[in-house]
Structure formats: C-alpha cells, structure tokens
C-alpha cells in the first residue's frame, strides 16, 4: 500500500560536468499529496538533480520512475506531456510578450477546423486557471511590465495549468513579498490536496518547515538523508546541510564605528518613488542596517545615493564635502558601490568566466602601464573565491554553469575588489545558503574593520540584529526610526515599520 503512495522514484542518479561531479548516486522518493523540500548548500546540486528529471540534463547513470514506470524525458517538452513540471530558479520568459502567450507557447488553443490562434479561447483558459487559483493579473498585460514576483505567479500558473501531477519549485519565494509567499502557499496546500506531488527548493528554513511533510538534504553532490518534517529542527537541517555544527549563525561583532562620520544624508527625496525626506548619517567603520516592509522605500533609498535613481531635492555629503552621485558612475568614482538585490539579473556577464567577471569593475587596479596584469587579477579573483568558499573548478569556468547561490557570490565580490568606501547592500544574502551567509557577514565585518562603512538592506530580522551596529526603520517612503541594534527587539522595529502605512 505504502508503495502505492509513491508518484516519483528517482535513483543512483549520477551526473557529471567537465571538473564536477555535480549528482553521486542521489535518490529521492516523492509521494502523492506531499510537500517534498530539497535542501543543500549552494552547487549541493538540487537544480541539477531537477534537471535531469525535467529532460533539460541527460543524467549519465540512475533510473526515474514515475508511478512504477520508468521514464527518461529527453526534453522538458517531453516531462510536461507526462505530468511533470518545473518553475526554474532562473525565469525564462517571453518579457515581450503578453500573459497569456507566455501560457500557452507551443500548445496555443486553435480556432475550430483552422490553423488560426483563437485567442478568445486562449484568454478564456488563462482566467480560468487564475481564477482557480486566485491569481489577479490580467492576460493581456505584457511581460515586461510586471515585477519579478508577478512573473513568478505566472510561472507558477503555467506550472499547473499543465495538469501536472509532480510539480518542481526551485527557490519560488525569493523574490516574493510576505503576502505573495502566504499565497503561494495557500496554492501548494491545495495541489497537494488535489494529490499533487511538490518538490520544493528553499535556503528559507522557516518556509520549509511550515510548508513540508518531508525534507531531503543534499551535500556536495550526495544524498545524506531524508526525514519527516515533523522530525526536523533548523539545527539539525543546518548540521545535516552543513556536514557540522554550527552554534552560531553570525560572527561577533567588531563595533567599528568611530565617532567620524563619512556621509550625511539630508532631506533625501526621489522624484519617481515614494522616498520623501529622508536624513541620516553614516560613521566611517559602521555597519548600518535599513528594514522596512516591502515597498517601505529601502531599494530606493539606496539607488538614490547611487545615483540609479532621480532625486528631486537633498543632498548626500561625504567627508564634508557635498557629492552629486548623478550617476553610478560618478558614485563610483566617490567612492560608493552598490550590490543590487536583482544582481543574477543584472550583473553577470554570462558568456564571461569567473575571473572575468570578477575583476571586471575594478579594471583599473590590475593595470601596468597599458598592460593587465594576469597574476594580479587571478590573485585577486583566488582571494574572493577562497573567502566565500565560492563553489568551482577553476576560474576560468563560464559563471553561467555555476549554481545559482554561487554566481551571487561572485558579484558581490566583484563590489568588494573595488575597494570602495561605501558599501551599499541590497538583500545581500538572499539565495545564499546558511554557510555561505557565515563567510558574507564576516566579510562586512572585515571590511567595517578596515574602516569601510556599509549600509545594507534586509528582509531578515534577525540577519539585521546579528550583524549591523545601528538600524534606520523605513516606512512608507520615510525614515520612521532608528534603532541601536543591540538594544532593540524585533517587536520595536516592526512598530516602526508600520508607522506611515
Ligand atoms: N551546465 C553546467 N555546466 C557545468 N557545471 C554545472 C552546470 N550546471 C551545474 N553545474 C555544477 O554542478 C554543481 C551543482 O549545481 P546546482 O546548480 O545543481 O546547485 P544548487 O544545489 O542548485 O545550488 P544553489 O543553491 O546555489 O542554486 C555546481 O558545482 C555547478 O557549478
Ligand atoms: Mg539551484
């Protein structure tokens, strides 16, 4: 009967890349109307064990079953025939056009007894699968247009309206809103009635324990270990992942600040944004922490000192003198840099290697004469590789066969090498495993202890709490507060952050 449960069967799976081993004999057994979590380190492998159910991988040894036959789906035209779907971490989709066509691509519903496209049909079809899931975006609206957790949604849609009986999410909610998460939840919750079969890829340790009924945990291209949920405590997914205990998430602090401040801020407001007056200073070794509500301002807060947005009125000064920030460039060049939250999106240089893409915006330093140096950027790309355990053969590997979490890492080294005085971080650990983030908040720490000051955006709480000295609240576009981090308490600032609302 048990065996009865069981919708897919994956074994021995094996798969290899030039200087990786990226599968070692991986299984996973998923069961009909279950939530199944997949965690790992970034490069564990968890996308690329997907990938070779969903046909976009061959795997090189191990067999699938899928309801007791065996099956081996050479693309992932082929898997969605058969039920099964996958919601890349990396979103590939048509930005140019509308909702619906993103839908239906390769599968358009024809007009009766013609080749025609009936796009009636078509509209009529996508309502009906947004309707059932309670998704409120219209059909007609184009790609392009509508932020990253609305394109997910669609993906999401697209995922289901397959009829699909095993449907993959890799890393769905990381760029999702609190509310968008709960709904995407509601929606697991219900396939999984229906019988679906989830597979759910997360670094949100929450999240998968409020979502799963099982949890298989990876490492370095190996099964270690599969457990009910129910069974599992954060520690234990931590020390299973991590392949060792680790009592403290957040290295200790320094408290760097020195009494000198390296920037005033002062009646900030942004001419395309709700950013409305907002004053602060920065000390020179500070970690300043920014929370808020999505939408409270705090992205926008940083693109204006960057001078990636328009400001209307304020002034940024830095070492007493007044600086433009215009542009990012002549941010640059003062000595700010800005590590975006969208940075696989905006970032890489995909056809570059890893060296490439590292050195990239800190050419200059390299430079003899006209000359780069080779040994000086391999060194400085060893150094970045070596202090985020970024996970790759060489430097010279293409950043786009990368795992996701480790290309994230490679651009926010990048930012490091150019040394700046400023250091300005959106989300910085999103994507990034438990590990990985260790190695990032020591980074800010050295790098507040070489007196760089850094301002830096996040979502998590307790990432706040842990690594930043003092904390501004943003709310509704305005600085509702600050806080001593070490003097505060989570309740304190979610008060703040609800002020202007
Ligand atoms: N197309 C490819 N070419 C070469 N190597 C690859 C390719 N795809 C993945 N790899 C390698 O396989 C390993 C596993 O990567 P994978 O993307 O599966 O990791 P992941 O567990 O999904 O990590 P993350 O949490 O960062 O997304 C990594 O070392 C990665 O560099
Ligand atoms: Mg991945």
Known sequence: MVQDNVLLRMEGICKSFPGVKALDNVQLTLRRGTVHALMGENGAGKSTLMKCLFGIYHKDDGHIYLEGNEVNF??????????????????????????????????????????????????????????????????????????????????????????????????????????EVDHLFRIINMLRDRGCGIIYISHKMDEILRISDEVTIMRDGQYIATRPSKELTKEEIIRLMVGREMTNQFPPKLHCGADENIMTVEHLTAAYSLLNDVSFSLKKGEILGVAGLDGSGRTELLENIFGAATRKGGTITVHGKTVKNSTPKEAI??????????????????????????????????????????KKMEQATASMIDAMRIKTPSQKTKIQSLSGGNQQKVIFGRWILTQPDILLLDEPTRGIDVGAKYEIYQLIQNLSKEGKSVVMVSSEMPELLGVCDRILVMSGGRLAGEVDADHTSQEEIMTLAAKYV
């Open 74 to 179: 050479k693309n992932s035209r082929e898997a969605l025939d058969n039920g099964v779907a996958m919601v890349h971490q990396e979103l590939n989709q048509a930005l140019k056009r509308n909702v619906m066509d993103n839908i239906w691509l390769g599968r358009y519903p024809k007009i009766p007894g013609t080749p025609l496209v009936s796009e009636k049909q078509m509209y009529a079809d996508t309502m009906k699968v947004f309707n059932d899931l309670k998704i409120d975006v219209d059909p007609k609206t184009v790609m392009s247009t509508m932020p990253v957790s609305k394109r997910q949604m669609v993906e999401i849609a697209k995922a289901v309206s397959f009829n699909s009986k095993v449907i993959v999410l890799d890393e769905p909610t990381s760029s999702l809103t609190e509310e």
């Open 333 to 374: 060049r003062n000595g700010f840099a800005l590590v975006t939250e969208e940075r696989r999106a905006t970032g890489i240089f995909s056809i570059l290697d890893i060296r490439e893409n590292t050195v990239i915006s800190s050419l200059k330093s390299y430079l003899s004469g006209f000359l780069l140096q080779n």
